[in-house]
């Protein structure tokens, strides 16, 4: 089975550039998670939704930052305009109905590095 | 709030050394309790995880004790191999703070041949 797919792996753009990830989940999942992990804050949840809607965006930095889920398969973050703070990796992370927010599959993250 | 606090690292061990990584947390319910990996240039995978006092979790030689007395859930493994090498995340879950997983720093492990 494929796992949680996120592109691109690696993503190098100039400060105030848009930049899109993306993630698609493992089929069936319901949950989908937006981590970001720094050496500085470690791995911080940045939102959540739960059946393509919106659950919990607290942990999303500032209004630069923006997530949708227009459908279950598919979700992106987006940052705009970007800062050369925002460099981190990026990972999506998706669950189950029967494991729900505790059993997460993460992807292999995107490195992102805002110049 | 929740919180969890790992051991610092980075720790590194010659092979079929002892591993132990501390964990101990804080959190206002009666939390489940987890450990993660993360691999070189993967995500994180669930590891092990244990849902109530003195439950024991163990996966690939791994084991972690859920200890309430002590409020700790170190990771355990008797004989590492260089493919442990990872770094490990403690977490906990918790209805407090909505069952999300608040995770620990991380201790990164090199084992050397």
């Known amino acids: 089975d494929a796992g949680v797919i996120q592109s691109p792996r690696h993503e190098v753009t100039e400060m105030g550039q848009e930049v899109t990830l993306r993630c698609k989940p493992i089929?069936?999942?319901?949950?989908l998670f937006w981590y970001r992990q720094t050496m500085m804050r470690g791995l911080e949840l940045l939102i959540y939704?739960?059946?393509?809607?919106?659950?919990?965006d607290s942990g999303m930095p500032e209004d630069r930052f923006s997530a949708k889920m227009p459908n279950a398969s598919f979700s992106t973050l987006k940052i705009q305009p970007s800062e050369p703070r925002d460099s981190a990796v990026y990972f999506c992370?998706?669950?189950?109905?029967?494991?729900?927010?505790?059993?997460?599959?993460f992807g292999s993250g995107t490195q992102l590095s805002v110049l | 709030g929740d919180s969890v606090t790992q051991m610092e690292g980075p720790v590194t061990l010659s092979e079929e050394a002892f591993l132990t990584i501390n964990c101990t947390y804080t959190?206002?319910?009666?939390?489940?309790l987890f450990w993660y990996v993360q691999y070189p240039g993967e995500g994180l995978q669930l590891l092990l995880k244990?849902?109530?006092?003195?439950d024991k979790g163990s996966n690939k030689g791994f084991e972690a004790t859920y200890r309430k007395e002590t409020t700790s859930f170190h990771l355990e493994k008797g004989s590492v191999q260089v493919s442990d090498s990872a770094v490990y995340f403690c977490?906990?879950?918790?209805?407090?703070?909505?069952?999300?997983?608040?995770f620990g720093a991380g201790t990164t492990v090199t084992v050397r041949a």
């Open positions: 089929s069936g999942h319901d949950y």
């Open positions: 939704f739960n059946n393509n809607v919106p659950i919990d």
């Open positions: 244990a849902t109530k006092a003195d």
């Open positions: 977490a906990l879950s918790d209805w407090s703070n909505d069952y999300k997983l608040s």
């Open positions: 992370a998706s669950s189950s109905p029967t494991f729900a927010r505790e059993k997460l599959f």
């Open positions: 959190a206002t319910g009666y939390p489940s």
